[in-house]
T-cell receptor, first 115, second 113 residues
Framework: DTGVSQDPRHKITKRGQNVTFRCDPI?????LYWYRQTLGQGPEFLTY????????KSRLLSDRFSAERPKGSFSTLEIQRTEQGDSAMYLC?????????????FGPGTRLLVL | KNQVEQSPQSLIILEGKNCTLQ??????????LRWYKQDTGRGPVSLTI?????NTKSNGRYTATLDADTKQSSLHITASQLSDSASYIC????????????FGAGTRLAVHP
C-alpha cells in the first residue's frame, strides 16, 4: 500500500499519561502535516514539516505537544500529560511540493480517547 | 478572519436523488478551493480542486462550482448512491508560503434507500 499510514488507529489512555503517534507519509512526499479533528468539525492545522524542518506550528499546539520528523520521512506526534480535551482524531497528511494544485493525501487517522 | 462556512450542516436524501452542498469563504489571499469526502472514521479524500480561474470541475457524479467574486462554491451530487453517505468538507487553500488549508466543518450527507 503506497498511501499515508498512521499508527495506532485507536488509543485509549488515562489523563496524565503520555502518548505518541506515528505517521508514515507517501514515500516521495517532502511535506507532512498534522491536523486535529473533533466530532462534527473539520480538521484543524497543528503543524507542518518540509523534509525534516518544522516550519510552522499552530497556536493550538501547546507546550505539551511535540512533533518530529527526524529523517524527513516518518513523523511522530507526542502529547505529554494528556487531558480530556485532547480527545480527538489526529490526522496526518503528506504532499509533494509542486504546482498550485498540490494535493494533500490524508492518512486514516489516530482516534485518541483520554479518560 | 479566514473562515470557511458550509451549509446545510446535515442532509438526508433518498437514493437516486440529486443534492447540492454550499460553501462560503472569507480566506484571503486565495489560492484554490477543494472539496473532500470523509467517510466516518477515515481520513478525507480529495474530490476536486479549482483555482480562481476555474468555475466548474467534475469528477464523475460530483460537480463543483466556484464563484471567486462572491466567494461561494457548491458541490452537486447527481444520482446519489448509498456509498455517497459521508461528510463533505469544503477546503480553501491559503495562498503564500506553503499549501495551508482552511477547512469548513463539513456537511454530513446520509443517503437512504
Amino acid at each position: 500500500d503506497t498511501g499515508v499510514s498512521q499508527d495506532p488507529r485507536h488509543k485509549i489512555t488515562k489523563r496524565g499519561q503520555n502518548v505518541t503517534f506515528r505517521c508514515d507519509p507517501i514515500s516521495e512526499h517532502n511535506r507532512l502535516y498534522w491536523y486535529r479533528q473533533t466530532l462534527g468539525q473539520g480538521p484543524e492545522f497543528l503543524t507542518y514539516f518540509q523534509n525534516e524542518a518544522q516550519l510552522e506550528k499552530s497556536r493550538l499546539l501547546s507546550d505539551r505537544f511535540s512533533a518530529e520528523r527526524p529523517k524527513g520521512s516518518f513523523s511522530t506526534l507526542e502529547i505529554q500529560r494528556t487531558e480530556q480535551g485532547d480527545s480527538a482524531m489526529y490526522l496526518c497528511a503528506s504532499s509533494f511540493q509542486g504546482n498550485i494544485q498540490e494535493t494533500q493525501y490524508f492518512g486514516p487517522g489516530t482516534r485518541l480517547l483520554v479518560l | 478572519k479566514n473562515q470557511v462556512e458550509q451549509s446545510p450542516q446535515s442532509l438526508i436524501i433518498l437514493e437516486g436523488k440529486n443534492c447540492t452542498l454550499q460553501c462560503n469563504y472569507t480566506v484571503s489571499p486565495f489560492s484554490n478551493l477543494r472539496w473532500y469526502k470523509q467517510d466516518t472514521g477515515r481520513g478525507p479524500v480529495s474530490l476536486t480542486i479549482m483555482t480562481f480561474s476555474e468555475n466548474t470541475k467534475s469528477n464523475g457524479r460530483y460537480t463543483a462550482t466556484l464563484d471567486a467574486d462572491t466567494k461561494q462554491s457548491s458541490l452537486h451530487i447527481t444520482a446519489s448512491q448509498l456509498s455517497d453517505s459521508a461528510s463533505y468538507i469544503c477546503v480553501v487553500c491559503f495562498s503564500g508560503g506553503y499549501n495551508k488549508l482552511i477547512f469548513g466543518a463539513g456537511t454530513r450527507l446520509a443517503v437512504h434507500p
